[in-house]
């Protein structure tokens, strides 16, 4: 173990930890009342991939990003970000949490909501001005939302609200992105936006890490991918990691993919499995 979870003590001078990763994850637990939700857990993923991670339901997908980003407290284990402690990375990255879990009615605007994303770089006693409204208006153009800049965000669509969240990440101008669950619950063409968007970002060059629950669309999005239960199931290239025997693992009798280049033979006459078990016609 190395004790504290992003290395507290470190300072400025302290070499880099495993600086060609994009995310290091080393040793990770996370406990809930006394129960491991995540558990010795060590992830690489290097730089300008999309990477997905899939598990199912209670896997701890969700408390590791938020682990990652501090937003959790781990019981033991150490995290960097491009080499060093996310706290010193935070302008770096990126986040776009589930849509559930934001306050909808909070009384703003889609346009203010994206230039929250600006924050970080205006620091504190520097307000948003013209430039930051034109990159806001930019980002909003490039997930299709522009026309609804002054909406009330609690009279957004669903899937407009995601596009909105989107929007914010990128006038981060992060190198990482961690996206949760973006595409749950959107319409056809508003997950096409997202993914589109996202290949964009990860082709200049972007890290783009988004939990996943549609295991049938993981080989058409993604090019990395971490298959958790609590544990690490297996990672690396979705080429090399994504098979039926990792799957398998992780999701026990809950998982059968059917139809998915490598993965298995011709598609059946049933629905696809979602990464819950359920199958939606």
Not at 50 to 65: C, D, E, H, Q
Not at 132 to 155: H, N, P, T, Y
Not at 220 to 230: A, Q, R
């Amino acid at each position: 173990m190395r004790g504290v979870f992003t290395a507290a003590g470190r300072t400025a001078d302290d070499p880099l930890h495993e600086p060609a990763l994009a995310v290091h994850v080393e040793d990770l637990t996370v406990s809930y009342q006394g129960k491991p939700v995540l558990w010795d857990i060590d992830i690489n993923i290097p730089p300008g991939v999309m990477a997905a991670i899939v598990g199912p339901n209670g896997a701890g997908k969700s408390t590791l990003i938020k682990a990652i980003l501090g937003l959790v407290p781990p019981t033991a284990g150490h995290v960097t970000i491009s080499g060093r402690p996310y706290k010193r990375q935070r302008r770096k990255v990126g986040y776009v949490p589930q849509r559930s879990s934001v306050d909808w009615d909070f009384p703003t605007t889609a346009l203010d909501v994206v230039m929250m994303g600006r924050y970080g770089h205006l620091g504190w006693f520097r307000h948003p001005g013209r430039h930051e409204r034109a990159r806001a208006l930019a980002a909003l153009d490039e997930v299709r939302m522009r026309d609804f800049a002054d909406r009330q965000i609690s009279q957004l669509s669903g899937g407009q609200q995601q596009r909105v969240f989107l929007a914010r990440a990128l006038v981060q101008e992060a190198d990482v992105y961690f996206l949760d669950e973006p595409m749950a619950g959107v319409d056809a063409t508003t997950e096409r936006t997202i993914v589109g968007l996202l290949q964009m970002l990860r082709d200049r060059g972007k890290t783009v890490i988004v939990v996943h629950h549609d295991l049938q669309t993981v080989q058409d999005y993604f090019d990395w991918i971490v298959i958790l239960n609590v544990r690490v199931i297996a990672q690396g290239p979705v080429g090399t990691a994504y098979t039926l025997e990792n799957l398998h693992r992780a999701y026990g009798g809950q998982i059968s993919l059917i139809d998915r280049g490598p993965l298995a033979g011709p598609r059946g006459p049933e629905a696809p499995l979602d990464a819950a078990g359920d199958r939606h016609p």
